[in-house]
């Protein structure tokens, strides 16, 4: 079981104004967007350089942690097993995403959201 990386994944109300800042103010560059039945970014990738950002455009948390860390890892389900036996609380197993990747979350006890990944985001066609 290997993790192979890290990467942010930023919450926001509107995720088309937030990608356009970033790319007109940032210089960040290749949006990828995956919309609602009303036209509305739900999900986004945008590329800092090399990095990777994840976009959620389904709002801001109240208690002002509107970051996600998405860890890549190999075998998502061996390290579900390991998280959940580790962290000590109940922990939703992974669950495949219709934009892509297998996947699961788990809270810090900070509030901050951990959620493993195994696959890639699939942009839509």
Not at 71 to 76: A, L, R
């Amino acid at each position: 079981m290997a993790i192979k990386g890290v990467s942010p994944y930023l919450l926001y109300d509107d995720a088309d104004a937030a990608l356009e800042w970033m790319e007109r103010v940032l210089g960040f560059t290749g949006a990828v967007r995956w919309r609602d039945e009303s036209g509305r970014t739900f999900e986004a990738d945008i590329c800092a350089g090399p990095t990777k950002i994840g976009v959620s455009g389904g709002g801001t948390s109240n208690d002002g942690k509107n970051t996600i860390l998405i860890v890549y890892v190999d075998d998502v389900d061996a390290h579900f097993e390991r998280v959940s036996a580790a962290a000590g609380a109940e922990v939703a197993p992974p669950q495949d995403q219709p934009y892509g990747p297998r996947t699961f979350t788990v809270t810090d006890p900070w509030g901050y959201q951990w959620n493993f990944w195994q696959g890639e985001a699939t942009p839509p066609e």
